[in-house]
C-alpha cells in the first residue's frame, strides 16, 4: 500500500513539472507580432477602397493600334482591376460622330458586352469632344449639353455611375462661372432622373482651380454633381495660353486642391508620372494624397491613371497600384 501511495506522489509531482515545462516553452516561443502585415484596422482601409483603370492609362497603344479598345476590359481585368472608367476619344468610330445619340449607343451596348464577359464593373465614362459646357456662344453651350445628356443614356445603359465631363471654354472667371452653373444644372436634373453622376474633372483650365471648381458646385447643390479629383491636373494656365502641351506657368496646389475637391467626390482618380528605386512617385506624395482622401469619408473606387513615359504603360499601370495598396495600409 505505501509503495502504491509513494507511486502516486512521484507521478504528481512530474506532472507538475512537465506542466510548468510546457509553460516555460510557450514563455519561450516567438511571437507573430512583428510579422503580421495587417491590423484590423488596415483590413478595413483596405476592404473600404477597390481599383478601377482608367482607358487614358493605355492610350497609346490604343492610339498605334497595338492594342484594341474594344478589349480594354479584359485588359484591365488581366492587369488585376475590378473596375473600368473609359475615355471616349479613344473610340475612332466616334470621331465627327460625337453628336450623333445612335452611334453612341451602339458603342455603349458593345461595350456592355465586353464588361460582361470580362466580368468588370462599368466605373465611369470621361467624355471629351463633345462640345464645352462653359462656352461663350449659347447654342454651342445647348449642343454641347444634349450630346453629354447621350453620354448619360449611355452611362445608364452600361451600368455605369457617372459621367466625368470637362468645363472647357468661357477665359473670363466670372463669365465661366455662371455658364458651367447653367449647364451643371441642367446635365444635374437629367442625370438624377435615370440615376446617373455628372462629375467635373481638375482637367485644366478654371476647372483646375479647386476654389473656383468648388464655388461651381456649392451653387450647383445638386448631390448628382460632383468632381472627380484628379491628383496631378492642377495646371491652371500654361504658356502661350495653350490648354495642353505646353509648359505650366500657373498651378494650383495639388494637396489643397485635392482637400477641397473631395466634398463633392464621385471618383478619384489616381494620376502617376515616374516612380523612384522605392517605388514612390517622384512628384506626387501618395500616402499624403490618400490620407486626405481617406479623411474626407470617400470609399469606393479609386481610378489608375498611369501617365508616364514607359516603354510599356503596363508597368506603370502596376507600379501605380501597388503604390496605392501600400499608401492605403499607411492611413492612420
Not at 49 to 54: N, R
Not at 68 to 83: C, E, R, T, V, Y
Not at 279 to 297: C, F, L, S
Request: glycine share 8%; proline share 4%.
Amino acid at each position: 500500500m505505501k509503495k502504491y501511495i509513494l507511486a502516486i506522489i512521484v507521478c504528481f509531482f512530474v506532472a507538475i513539472s512537465c506542466k510548468n515545462e510546457t509553460n516555460k516553452l510557450e514563455e519561450d516561443k516567438p511571437t507573430n507580432t512583428q510579422t503580421t502585415t495587417s491590423t484590423p484596422e488596415a483590413n478595413a482601409q483596405e476592404d473600404r477602397f477597390k481599383f478601377s483603370l482608367a482607358q487614358w492609362s493605355l492610350h497609346q497603344p490604343f492610339q498605334d493600334g497595338s492594342l484594341d479598345p474594344m478589349n480594354f476590359a479584359q485588359i484591365a481585368k488581366d492587369l488585376g482591376f475590378s473596375g473600368v472608367e473609359y475615355v471616349t476619344q479613344l473610340y475612332p468610330q466616334l470621331a465627327g460622330k460625337e453628336n450623333d445619340r445612335e452611334t453612341i449607343m451602339q458603342l455603349a451596348q458593345s461595350l456592355l458586352d465586353q464588361s460582361e464577359q470580362a466580368g468588370v464593373d462599368n466605373v465611369l465614362i470621361m467624355v471629351d469632344h463633345a462640345g464645352e459646357l462653359a462656352d461663350p456662344d449659347p447654342l454651342k453651350r445647348k449642343q454641347a449639353i444634349q450630346n453629354h445628356v447621350y453620354w448619360l443614356d449611355a452611362a445608364k445603359l452600361m451600368g455605369a455611375k457617372a459621367v466625368r465631363a470637362n468645363l472647357f471654354g468661357e477665359l473670363d472667371p466670372v463669365k465661366w462661372h455662371q455658364y458651367a452653373v447653367n449647364s451643371l444644372n441642367e446635365l444635374g436634373a437629367y442625370g438624377q432622373s435615370i440615376g446617373v453622376h455628372i462629375i467635373i474633372e481638375n482637367h485644366g483650365g478654371w476647372s483646375s482651380d479647386s476654389k473656383k471648381l468648388a464655388a461651381v458646385l456649392t451653387e450647383v447643390d445638386n448631390p448628382n454633381v460632383g468632381t472627380l479629383p484628379d491628383f496631378g491636373n492642377f495646371c491652371v494656365k500654361r504658356e502661350g495660353g495653350e490648354r495642353w502641351s505646353t509648359p505650366c506657368v500657373l498651378e494650383y496646389d495639388m494637396y489643397v486642391g485635392t482637400k477641397e475637391m473631395m466634398p463633392f467626390a464621385k471618383g478619384v482618380s489616381a494620376k502617376s508620372y515616374a516612380f523612384d528605386d522605392n517605388g514612390n512617385e517622384t512628384k506626387i506624395d501618395y500616402p499624403r494624397m490618400m490620407q486626405i482622401v481617406a479623411d474626407a469619408g470617400y470609399k469606393g473606387y479609386i481610378g489608375v491613371e498611369y501617365e508616364g513615359n514607359l516603354d510599356d504603360p503596363k508597368e506603370g499601370i502596376l507600379l501605380t497600384k501597388k503604390l496605392l495598396e501600400k499608401s492605403i495600409q499607411q492611413l492612420r
